[in-house]
């Protein structure tokens, strides 16, 4: 299991679950001075990542990009993959194609978490579910190219209410065409809220997890809260998960003490 730490460099989203906040060379130095393996990045947009400038950055710190997330999609620009509004949709897609191709370039997997969006009084569940997986089904296959899968993350009941636990996302997954090469994020935070026991959880979905955000039960760095990581590691290592546990908390009580707190559990738990 490789660690991993977050980069945020959305303005819209200060004080939101992220680790680093200044920029993609001050996160890559910092990560590679704690000796993380990799980052994974959230932008704003494609247009605000200079990918020569995060190629040297990676190569220079012997680090990977493991993953590119798209919440600033909804977060930045109102977009959701279950809109109702089929123009809405399809730039919706397109912003998620942008950063699967942005993300394949370092061989990394684009994540859908809050572009899933929610059902509603006008757009019944299976409405939106068949809405989501008809957008993976272009999307998953879109990053394969790359050697890439698309990662799907199942988020607590207050950020949608479409797949909040790892049963919903295996049996969503399940529904979609074969090929569809997505995978399961499992958010130990939102997991905290919606499993019944977290391990068995993770053993339930078994490889269908490509993914883990490594995070308290109160959202702060591992280690911060009353999670009990044994269980869950041990569960990880059942399912031979072998994949990026990155560190998406808040950057609690700052960005450099987060980090280190997030390093400390990895290597004590994972080490
Ligand atoms: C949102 O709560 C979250 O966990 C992110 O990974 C998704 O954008
Ligand atoms: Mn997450």
């Not at 247009?47 to 990977?64: F, K, N, P, R, Y």
């Not at 990009?65 to 809405?88: C, P, R, Y």
């Not at 698309?150 to 295996?170: F, H, K, S």
């Not at 994020?185 to 053993?203: G, K, P, V, W, Y």
């Amino acid at each position: 299991m490789k660690s991993c730490v977050t980069i945020s460099l959305v303005e819209e989203a200060r004080g939101g679950p992220f680790i680093f906040w200044n920029g993609l060379r001050d996160g890559c130095e910092k990560a590679k001075a704690l000796g993380f393996d990799a980052v994974e990045v959230f932008p704003p947009g494609v247009e605000a990542v200079d990918t020569d400038l995060l190629q040297s950055l990676l190569s220079d710190h012997g680090l990977e990009l493991a993953a590119v997330g798209t919440g600033a999609g909804m977060v930045k620009h109102g977009l959701s993959l279950t809109s109702t509004d089929a123009t809405e949709r399809q730039r919706a897609k397109d912003f998620v194609r942008s950063i699967i191709d942005l993300a394949g370039q370092f061989g990394a997997s684009a994540i859908i978490g809050s572009m899933q969006g929610r059902w509603n009084a006008d757009l019944p569940k299976a409405d939106a579910l068949a809405l989501l997986g008809e957008a993976i089904n272009e999307l998953g296959p879109h990053a394969s190219q790359y050697g890439a899968s698309l990662i799907y993350e199942p988020l607590n009941r207050y950020e949608t209410n479409l797949c909040n636990t790892m049963a919903d996302g295996v049996e969503f997954l399940s529904s979609l065409n074969d090929g569809h090469n997505c995978v399961l994020l499992a958010d130990l935070f939102h997991m905290n809220i919606e499993e019944t026991c977290i391990s068995q959880a993770i053993r339930d979905a078994g490889s269908a997890i490509g993914h883990v955000h490594f995070v308290d039960s109160n959202r702060r760095p591992a280690g911060l809260g009353h999670m009990s990581y044994e269980p869950i590691v041990d569960a990880l290592r059942s399912i031979q998960y072998d994949r990026f546990i990155s560190a998406e908390a808040f950057a609690y009580p700052e960005p450099d003490a987060a980090a280190k707190q997030t390093i400390d559990s990895f290597n004590k738990y994972f080490g």
